[in-house]
């Protein structure tokens, strides 16, 4: 009797331990994999923002209506020490965090139009690129060294991309279909003031072919990039409801050949002046404005760490010798004059044999135009006193 409770009371056991009741629950399901959005963001009202911008959202179990990491974060409050230091390659650009509500409402109200484009990741892809983000905000990474063209709030995005999607934005070396100097004309095309000057300050750089990887520095290209290569089409997730600022009139290169002809009309004036002091005094305000326009080139080529402004070929065209314009009289002006003019039809030439590549045309008669016609009123000036002269 003893002997079959024993064994009633083994098969209990062993049926209440098998039982399902009894089992071990099962492990929680993994988290869904993050989902990683693309927002590229138009341009807007002021200087800072005419390339547009570029952030990466990650929607996750951790940030489930999103989080956004903003590479393009700078002391924009502090306006005249960022472009000093943009300028001289010193600017410090840093990875901000925001939720995706507030990013969303931050360019809202800018008016900029926002496009959204959710990346066709794998989860283990998702995963570790949502990874590097948070690598990349922690304080020891955050800062960076900004470059207009090298490492800027696209490119920042674009390099993550790439390497989420093995490489499949940098593959292939084919090139962009246009320079990006054309890009920054457009940027700048409505400030009638600096798209002039960018004329004279952006170097070579901008005037090769960039590979199509290197074009995606601009957030617009970007973009299209991710269409074409990624097959993801762009979802406007909100519009801009102003137009742009109005193109200024003239542009960059116009703006620059109305300002050689009205230096080459003051170099009429110093030329054809009745009275030798007003003559010179002309003269001197000629070589000033020549010189001041000179300079600005040289002090970036001088001053600035990014090549991209010390490889500058309109250094070849305008010379901040021309400041002396107003000391030299006689023979020696005329000498400097035909040098002058002959250094410009060497450039000229140059230009058109292909060796210079950059857009030359509108800083070469802003120097060319006065100096030739200073040039000619003072051999006729000449001409006149040696007739005058012989007539005694």
Sequence with gaps: M??????????????????PSAAAPPPPPPPPPP??????????DDIFSRFGHAALCVLDERSPDGRCYNYGTAAFDDAPSLISDFLRGRARFFVSVSSRDEMERDYAEEDRTI??????????????????????????HRVYRYHPIDANC?????DQVDIATAGALSAGMQ????????????????????????????GRRLDIAPRAYEAMSVPDLLRRAVTDRLGVHPVV?????????????????????????LLSLLAAGAGFAPARFIGRLLRSLLGLLLGLAAL???????LSALPGYAANEVLLVLLPSDLLLGALVGRRLVVYLALR??????????????????????????AFGPLIVLLVAERIRTDHARVAADAE
């Design 296 to 302: 600005m080139p040289l002090s970036l080529a001088v």
């Design 35 to 44: 989902v990683v959005e693309l927002w590229t963001i138009g341009p807007g």
């Design 341 to 366: 003019v002959a250094l410009l039809i060497l450039v000229c030439s140059a230009a058109l044999a292909g060796v210079l590549v950059q857009p030359l045309v509108a800083p070469l008669l802003l």
């Design 175 to 202: 090139l962009h279909d246009d320079t990006l100097r054309a890009v920054a004309r457009e940027a700048f095309a409505s400030d009638p003031v600096f798209a002039p000057f960018s004329e004279l300050l952006l």
């Design 237 to 261: 997730l909100r519009a801009r409801t102003q137009p742009l600022p109005p193109r200024a009139r003239l542009g960059g290169p116009g703006a620059l050949l109305v300002a050689a002809g």
């Design 115 to 140: 496009w959204l484009q959710r990346l066709p990741l794998a989860p283990a892809a998702a995963t570790l690129l949502a990874a590097r983000l948070e690598h990349d905000v922690r304080p020891e």
């Design 154 to 158: 696209s490119t920042k995005v674009r």
């Design 2 to 19: 003893r002997r079959s409770l024993l064994v009633v009371a083994c098969v209990a056991f062993v049926a209440l331990v098998a039982s």
